[in-house]
């Protein structure tokens, strides 16, 4: 069992059961299981079982072939034109909601991600999901980063409708909770602008793609165990998402500035308009940097839960840079003083000649100063902000 992909060998404790006692103790919390082993046979997919909900329609299963086993759990041939993934661990419903609340799931129609035909789902879990994919791309290198970039921008246009407003406290919040689980010396937040905003929640990984002919659609997929355990599963910005992509490939392959700028501007130009206002990219807001981080803590998160030191070094070498950005960051949070500052002293030269306690003429000059100190310190502060790439 331990040799399992999705097996968290590096985080179970010496004290927890085996899968079959339905909950397994980890150093980051409980995962719950059940028994999925009966859905790797045929006979379990000749009716749809008693327990339970069943999203969409039930398969019709001619064959059964593992094709693959990565770090969320099983994926089926079940057919010539289905596969399925099976989940061991209770991670949440994201996929059963995505289904049953129609518009989500109107609105990604015709878009470039492959959407479940069948959820079963039980007690407020995904347990088997289908989708009607005849042919899966599994770890493949062979993609166009920017144009998955660009894919990735029409599907957020096509759910910024449904967009929630910006909660960078839960966002932060978030930041804290992971950064408290995996005991880092990190200590990174963020403001975040009005045109950064929640997206309905889609669990995407260039691990598992679905072909179509010469095209690469994305899978809604369920989320990552690493996350069930180390945070609330929050609506995120679509920047979110794609600095998870960005740090698979960044990982994989390498990038460069090049790389990023290209990739970030591939998804802008698809994104909604307010995407790509200056605040909704500025470092000094958050931006691209803030959720690089996000993806790089649970790059380190999975590391750890799956004993994975390649990974985990990969990730560490990433951290070690980020109190070079905080510096540059904190020198910035200085010029910004330098604004409430001056307005501050406008004031003061203001009631200075209300109560008569200096001339009008000094009370006017300090306060032109003071107002043209805070103008230049607010220009520097933004014409310093460090590029999004």
Known sequence: MDESPWWPSGIVTEDSQDISSGRIQTVFGTLETWS???????????????????????????EIEILHQDRKGYLLRINEKQIARVVPFNLGNDLSRLMHYSPWSDALKGQMITLPSMVYHVKNNDRVIVYNCSDVAINTEDFDSDKLAANLGTIH??????????????????????????????LWRAPHSKFTV??????????????????????????????????HADRLPGLANLMLIEQQISFAKGMDEDDRKSMLEAYLAEAPKSYSQKKAVSTLMGGPWIWRYHAVLFAMGEARFFGDEILGGKAQKWLNDVSRIQAHLGVLRLWKSGLWGGIIGAVIAFFAWRMESTSPTLAGIAGVICLLGAFACNMIYWSKDPQPY
């Open 36 to 62: 999925y082993q009966e859905c790797l046979a045929p006979n379990w997919w000749q009716k749809p079982p008693e327990e339970g909900i069943i999203w969409g329609q039930w398969p019709k299963v001619s």
């Open 157 to 186: 246009s096509a759910l910024h409708d449904f967009a929630t407003p910006n909660t960078e406290r839960r966002w932060n919040d978030r930041l804290k909770d992971i950064e408290s689980e995996l005991k880092v010396t990190t």
């Open 198 to 231: 929640g997206l309905p929640r889609l669990n995407l990984d260039l691990a598992l793609l679905c072909k179509e002919q010469d095209e690469l659609l994305f899978i809604a997929d369920v989320r990552s165990p690493v996350e069930h355990l180390m945070c």
